[in-house]
Protein backbone atom coordinates (compact mmCIF):
# COMPACT_ATOMS: atom_id res chain seq x y z
CA UNK A 1 0.00 0.00 0.00
CA UNK A 2 1.33 2.88 -0.96
CA UNK A 3 1.48 6.40 1.51
CA UNK A 4 -0.57 8.82 1.26
CA UNK A 5 1.29 11.74 -0.25
CA UNK A 6 -0.58 14.13 1.55
CA UNK A 7 1.05 12.87 4.51
CA UNK A 8 4.83 13.31 3.05
CA UNK A 9 6.60 16.02 4.68
CA UNK A 10 10.16 17.41 3.10
CA UNK A 11 12.75 18.30 5.08
CA UNK A 12 16.35 19.83 4.79
CA UNK A 13 19.41 18.31 4.24
CA UNK A 14 22.34 18.37 5.94
CA UNK A 15 24.12 20.13 3.78
CA UNK A 16 20.98 22.58 2.71
CA UNK A 17 21.04 23.57 6.42
CA UNK A 18 24.48 24.34 6.00
CA UNK A 19 24.33 26.20 3.41
CA UNK A 20 21.86 28.40 5.41
CA UNK A 21 23.56 29.05 8.11
CA UNK A 22 26.34 29.98 6.50
CA UNK A 23 24.52 32.68 4.67
CA UNK A 24 23.38 33.73 7.94
CA UNK A 25 26.73 33.63 9.09
CA UNK A 26 27.99 36.04 6.25
CA UNK A 27 24.98 38.53 6.28
CA UNK A 28 25.50 39.32 9.96
CA UNK A 29 29.24 39.49 9.32
CA UNK A 30 28.55 42.34 6.38
CA UNK A 31 26.00 44.06 8.04
CA UNK A 32 27.12 43.54 11.78
CA UNK A 33 29.29 46.66 11.86
CA UNK A 34 26.92 49.03 9.97
CA UNK A 35 23.90 47.93 12.47
CA UNK A 36 25.69 48.73 15.46
CA UNK A 37 27.26 52.15 14.19
CA UNK A 38 23.49 53.26 13.58
CA UNK A 39 23.07 51.98 17.04
CA UNK A 40 25.46 53.74 18.32
CA UNK A 41 24.92 56.95 16.38
CA UNK A 42 21.17 57.14 17.34
CA UNK A 43 22.66 56.75 21.18
CA UNK A 44 24.71 59.72 20.96
CA UNK A 45 22.21 62.02 18.68
CA UNK A 46 19.68 61.15 22.10
CA UNK A 47 22.29 61.96 24.07
CA UNK A 48 23.28 65.41 22.95
CA UNK A 49 19.80 66.24 22.25
CA UNK A 50 19.32 66.05 25.89
CA UNK A 51 22.38 67.77 26.86
CA UNK A 52 21.14 70.62 24.58
CA UNK A 53 17.68 70.37 26.40
CA UNK A 54 19.16 70.61 29.86
CA UNK A 55 20.90 73.65 28.42
CA UNK A 56 18.21 75.44 26.75
CA UNK A 57 16.00 74.66 30.12
CA UNK A 58 18.81 76.60 32.10
CA UNK A 59 18.56 79.54 30.22
CA UNK A 60 14.76 80.13 29.95
CA UNK A 61 14.51 79.32 33.71
CA UNK A 62 16.83 81.90 34.51
CA UNK A 63 15.67 84.01 32.24
CA UNK A 64 11.37 83.52 33.42
CA UNK A 65 12.30 83.32 37.14
CA UNK A 66 14.88 86.00 37.21
CA UNK A 67 17.90 83.81 39.04
CA UNK A 68 21.25 82.51 37.74
CA UNK A 69 20.62 78.78 36.78
CA UNK A 70 23.80 76.84 36.93
CA UNK A 71 24.73 73.63 34.89
CA UNK A 72 26.92 71.16 36.44
CA UNK A 73 28.75 68.48 34.50
CA UNK A 74 29.97 65.41 37.11
CA UNK A 75 33.01 64.22 36.28
CA UNK A 76 33.92 60.24 37.81
CA UNK A 77 34.38 56.49 36.94
CA UNK A 78 32.54 53.56 36.94
CA UNK A 79 33.59 50.25 37.97
CA UNK A 80 33.43 49.54 34.06
CA UNK A 81 35.52 52.25 32.84
CA UNK A 82 38.57 53.60 35.21
CA UNK A 83 38.69 56.96 32.81
CA UNK A 84 37.60 59.85 34.54
CA UNK A 85 35.01 61.48 31.72
CA UNK A 86 31.75 63.53 32.44
CA UNK A 87 29.07 61.12 32.96
CA UNK A 88 25.66 63.39 34.24
CA UNK A 89 24.79 66.87 34.27
CA UNK A 90 22.02 68.81 36.81
CA UNK A 91 20.56 71.76 36.80
CA UNK A 92 20.43 74.40 40.11
CA UNK A 93 18.98 77.88 41.61
CA UNK A 94 21.49 79.94 42.64
CA UNK A 95 20.75 82.19 45.34
CA UNK A 96 23.18 84.41 47.53
CA UNK A 97 21.66 85.65 50.78
CA UNK A 98 23.31 87.50 53.22
CA UNK A 99 24.08 87.16 56.56
CA UNK A 100 23.99 88.70 59.81
CA UNK A 101 27.46 89.33 59.21
CA UNK A 102 27.12 91.34 56.11
CA UNK A 103 28.77 88.41 54.39
CA UNK A 104 27.19 86.80 51.01
CA UNK A 105 27.56 82.84 50.20
CA UNK A 106 25.73 81.22 47.69
CA UNK A 107 23.38 78.41 47.80
CA UNK A 108 22.09 75.80 45.40
CA UNK A 109 19.03 74.79 45.14
CA UNK A 110 18.50 71.40 42.81
CA UNK A 111 16.10 71.74 39.82
CA UNK A 112 14.77 68.20 39.12
CA UNK A 113 17.09 65.13 39.32
CA UNK A 114 20.51 64.53 38.31
CA UNK A 115 20.72 63.05 34.21
CA UNK A 116 22.82 60.47 33.88
CA UNK A 117 24.37 60.51 29.98
CA UNK A 118 23.90 57.17 28.72
CA UNK A 119 25.91 54.26 28.78
CA UNK A 120 28.46 54.17 26.00
CA UNK A 121 28.28 57.71 25.73
CA UNK A 122 30.79 60.87 27.31
CA UNK A 123 31.33 64.07 27.59
CA UNK A 124 34.99 64.30 26.48
CA UNK A 125 37.56 65.33 28.85
CA UNK A 126 40.10 67.31 26.87
CA UNK A 127 39.36 70.60 28.19
CA UNK A 128 42.14 71.61 25.10
CA UNK A 129 40.12 71.59 22.46
CA UNK A 130 37.19 68.98 22.71
CA UNK A 131 35.70 70.37 25.53
CA UNK A 132 37.43 73.77 26.84
CA UNK A 133 34.01 74.94 28.35
CA UNK A 134 34.77 72.30 31.16
CA UNK A 135 38.42 73.29 31.23
CA UNK A 136 39.88 74.50 34.22
CA UNK A 137 40.46 73.03 37.50
CA UNK A 138 37.30 71.48 38.89
CA UNK A 139 35.13 71.55 42.48
CA UNK A 140 34.63 68.67 44.71
CA UNK A 141 30.64 67.48 44.70
CA UNK A 142 29.47 68.41 47.77
CA UNK A 143 26.06 69.66 48.99
CA UNK A 144 25.26 72.50 50.89
CA UNK A 145 24.35 70.22 53.87
CA UNK A 146 28.04 69.04 53.83
CA UNK A 147 27.36 65.54 53.43
CA UNK A 148 29.40 62.55 52.14
CA UNK A 149 27.14 61.76 49.38
CA UNK A 150 27.03 64.69 46.60
CA UNK A 151 24.86 65.63 44.16
CA UNK A 152 26.09 63.45 41.68
CA UNK A 153 25.15 60.82 43.70
CA UNK A 154 28.70 59.18 43.09
CA UNK A 155 31.15 59.37 45.65
CA UNK A 156 34.36 61.03 45.25
CA UNK A 157 33.27 63.20 41.95
CA UNK A 158 34.01 66.40 40.58
CA UNK A 159 32.53 69.10 38.61
CA UNK A 160 32.90 71.81 36.88
CA UNK A 161 29.83 74.55 35.45
CA UNK A 162 28.99 76.94 33.67
CA UNK A 163 25.94 79.66 34.65
CA UNK A 164 23.41 80.99 32.89
CA UNK A 165 22.45 84.50 34.06
CA UNK A 166 19.13 86.40 34.05
CA UNK A 167 19.95 88.51 30.94
CA UNK A 168 20.24 84.67 28.83
CA UNK A 169 24.10 85.18 28.78
CA UNK A 170 26.17 82.11 29.78
CA UNK A 171 29.12 82.10 31.87
CA UNK A 172 31.79 80.16 33.04
CA UNK A 173 32.46 79.25 36.69
CA UNK A 174 35.96 79.12 38.04
CA UNK A 175 36.91 78.86 41.39
CA UNK A 176 35.05 80.93 44.01
CA UNK A 177 36.15 83.62 46.48
CA UNK A 178 34.79 84.28 49.76
CA UNK A 179 31.71 82.28 49.29
CA UNK A 180 31.08 83.47 46.06
CA UNK A 181 32.32 81.93 42.58
CA UNK A 182 33.92 83.48 39.93
CA UNK A 183 32.37 84.24 36.57
CA UNK A 184 33.83 84.92 33.49
CA UNK A 185 32.75 84.93 29.50
CA UNK A 186 34.82 82.06 27.74
CA UNK A 187 35.86 82.87 23.64
CA UNK A 188 33.70 81.67 21.54
CA UNK A 189 36.50 79.00 20.04
CA UNK A 190 36.33 78.06 23.50
CA UNK A 191 32.68 77.83 24.32
CA UNK A 192 32.01 73.92 23.43
CA UNK A 193 31.86 70.44 24.95
CA UNK A 194 31.58 67.15 22.85
CA UNK A 195 30.00 64.07 23.32
CA UNK A 196 31.36 60.44 21.72
CA UNK A 197 31.62 56.81 22.04
CA UNK A 198 32.68 55.11 25.36
CA UNK A 199 35.98 53.67 24.66
CA UNK A 200 36.38 51.95 27.42
CA UNK A 201 39.88 52.41 28.73
CA UNK A 202 41.73 54.91 26.25
CA UNK A 203 41.66 58.60 27.02
CA UNK A 204 40.03 60.28 23.95
CA UNK A 205 41.51 63.58 22.88
CA UNK A 206 41.57 65.27 19.80
CA UNK A 207 43.42 62.60 17.46
CA UNK A 208 42.16 59.55 18.19
CA UNK A 209 38.56 61.19 18.50
CA UNK A 210 35.89 59.04 16.56
CA UNK A 211 34.79 60.22 13.42
CA UNK A 212 30.96 60.07 14.84
CA UNK A 213 30.58 62.79 18.08
CA UNK A 214 28.21 65.24 18.73
CA UNK A 215 29.61 69.14 19.76
CA UNK A 216 27.74 71.77 21.47
CA UNK A 217 29.35 75.01 21.19
CA UNK A 218 27.33 77.78 23.25
CA UNK A 219 27.74 81.94 22.67
CA UNK A 220 28.63 83.10 26.19
CA UNK A 221 26.80 86.40 25.33
CA UNK A 222 23.66 85.41 23.91
CA UNK A 223 23.56 81.88 25.04
CA UNK A 224 22.57 80.87 21.68
CA UNK A 225 23.23 77.07 21.29
CA UNK A 226 24.75 75.56 18.46
CA UNK A 227 25.38 71.88 17.29
CA UNK A 228 28.02 70.03 14.85
CA UNK A 229 27.37 66.63 13.96
CA UNK A 230 30.07 65.11 11.42
CA UNK A 231 30.32 61.81 10.63
CA UNK A 232 26.60 61.45 11.27
CA UNK A 233 24.95 57.82 10.50
Avoid: H, W
Avoid at 73 to 97: A, G, Q
Avoid at 165 to 185: E, F, I, N, P, Q
Amino acid sequence: MNPDPRRLRSAFTLIETLVVVSIIVLILALTGPSILGTLQGSKLSSAGDTIVGVLSEAQQMAQAQNTPVEVRFFKYTTPMNTTESYRSVMLLKVTTPTSAGGAITEEFVPIGDVQRIPDGVVIVNDEEALSPLLGGEGFNDVKNDDSDLGYSGVTGATYNAIRFMTDGSCRKVSLSAGGVASLGYPPLNQSCITLCGDTGQQEITEENLPQNFYCIQIDPYTGKIRTYRPGQN
